[in-house]
C-alpha cells in the first residue's frame, strides 16, 4: 500500500487524530440502539405496571384504594417516565440518522447526545428518588405504629 492510500477498512477520525475500523463503529452504534431501545422499553413497562396497578384494602369498614395518582411523588415518578421513554424514543431515532447520515463521527453531535443523556439520567434519578422517599417514609411509619401496639397491648 502507498504511503498516501488509506485502508478500505479504516476511517481517519480528523478529531481524535486515531484509526477507527468500521466494525468499530458499527458495533457503537448498535450498543447506543440497544441500551435506548432497552431503556425506552423498560420505562414503558414501568408506566404500564403503575398506570394498571392499584391496591384496595378495608380499614375499619372503609375502602381505601391506593393509585399511583393519590401522592405527588409517585406522580412526578410517573411523569418523569413518561418523559424519558419519549426522550430515549428520540435519542434512538437521532442515532440512526447519525448513522445513516455518515456524520456520525461528529464530535459536536456526540457532545449534544451526552448532553441529552445526563439531563435525562438526572430526571430518572430524581423520580426515582422521590419514590423512595414515599416508600422509606412509609416503611418507618409502619414501624412506628407496630412498636406503639406493641406497647398499647403490653400495657393493658
Avoid at 21 to 38: C, D, E, P, V, Y
Avoid at 50 to 74: C, E, P, R
Avoid at 95 to 102: A, F, P, T
Wanted: glycine share 6%; charged share 10%; net charge positive.
Amino acid at each position: 500500500m502507498a504511503p498516501g492510500e488509506k485502508a478500505s477498512s479504516m476511517v481517519q477520525a480528523k478529531s481524535l487524530g486515531v484509526a477507527v475500523s468500521n466494525t468499530t463503529k458499527r458495533g457503537f452504534f448498535m450498543a447506543q440502539s440497544l441500551i435506548r431501545f432497552f431503556a425506552t422499553v423498560f420505562t414503558l413497562a414501568a408506566i404500564c405496571v403503575m398506570a394498571t396497578s392499584s391496591q384496595t384494602i378495608v380499614l375499619f369498614g372503609f375502602t381505601i384504594k391506593a393509585h399511583y395518582s393519590n401522592s405527588s411523588s409517585m406522580r412526578f415518578l410517573f411523569v418523569s417516565d413518561a418523559i424519558v421513554s419519549a426522550s430515549s424514543l428520540l435519542s434512538l431515532i437521532f442515532v440512526y440518522h447519525l448513522r445513516r447520515s455518515g456524520s456520525g463521527s461528529s464530535t459536536k453531535n456526540f457532545f449534544f447526545l451526552f448532553l441529552h443523556d445526563m439531563v435525562i439520567m438526572v430526571l430518572a434519578i430524581s423520580g426515582c428518588a422521590a419514590a423512595t422517599a414515599v416508600g422509606y417514609i412509609d416503611f418507618f411509619w409502619n414501624k412506628i405504629n407496630f412498636v406503639h401496639y406493641i406497647i398499647r397491648t403490653t400495657l393493658v
